[in-house]
């Protein structure tokens, strides 16, 4: 640029670009070598050189890309194929959304509580979100606040339930989609669009769609899931844990033998010398079997087999609905 200008012309000028080291080359007091023959040689023009980063040229960027012919001018916006007009019909078609819209544009307040008893369960889910629901031109959007700090909330688009499948389809199998994975598609979706379910609905057509299934690989999960015990009947399943060791005792007892019953939720604890299975079933059996009975099956294993040789008693195994094993028929 500054072979173009001659430095007859003494003309103070601005330079803006984003080359950072022209300031800096400015900045030495004692130059040398080369950078002393570039500053002899710029120090014969006027000017003074201003920084902006390359994210700020936009003027640049937009001038330096002549419009393809071939490029289609876009009049009226269009989404999903259906013109505000079209998506405006079908939320006032809706059983969930339009009612709510018309209470959005006919009031300002959040409808009473007694007058939620006209409407679905869906209606007063979708109604709890009073606050978050704006319309603009007659089209019902929710805001959605974004986890980014200081950026202004996004406008998501209220749904029909005529249209969730084509925005899955577009935002999974779409020019914009890409079978991301669910996780994406749901941050994706989550930028323009908004339904109840939609968090199930988007895990459900990920698992679903088969070039999801034939190119993602699952991650295994060889832990199962935690559940809880059921039971029917008081002493039908016992839990017994063992804590210690203790400071011996008088009697010279240093663990403590816990057993409680899942249905009823009753505890016993017993001292207990050691830690050996013969000692623990003979704890079981005095204290707690021969006390409270036992009414089930659950302890058939090596602590049963013990229980067992301390008592004169046999076992068999009988056929469920079999009465002919219990010698009664």
Partial sequence: MLVKVSPKQKAQFKLRTDHNSLKWLQSFKQPEGQLARWLEKISEYSFTVEHHPGRKHGNADTLSRKLPVSCTQIGSKSLLGHTSAAILCLQLEESTIGPVLQAKES???????????????????????????????????????????????????????SLHNTILHNLCTGISGGHLGQAKVLSKLREHFYWQSHYKDTEYWCRTCPKCATRKTPIPHFEGLLQSISTGSPMQVVVVDLLGPFTASSSGNRYLLVAMDIFTKWGEAYPVPNMEASTVATALVNEMFLHFSLRSHSLINFLFGKTLQLTPTSSHIEWQMQRSTEGQC
């Fill in 107 to 161: 009031c300002t307040f959040r409808p009473t509580d007694q007058s939620l008893t006209y409407y679905s369960m869906a209606t007063c889910r979708l109604l709890q979100l009073w606050d978050q629901l704006v319309v603009k031109d007659g089209i019902l959007y929710r805001l959605f606040m974004t986890p980014v700090a200081d950026e202004p909330p996004t406008r998501q688009l209220v749904a029909p339930k």
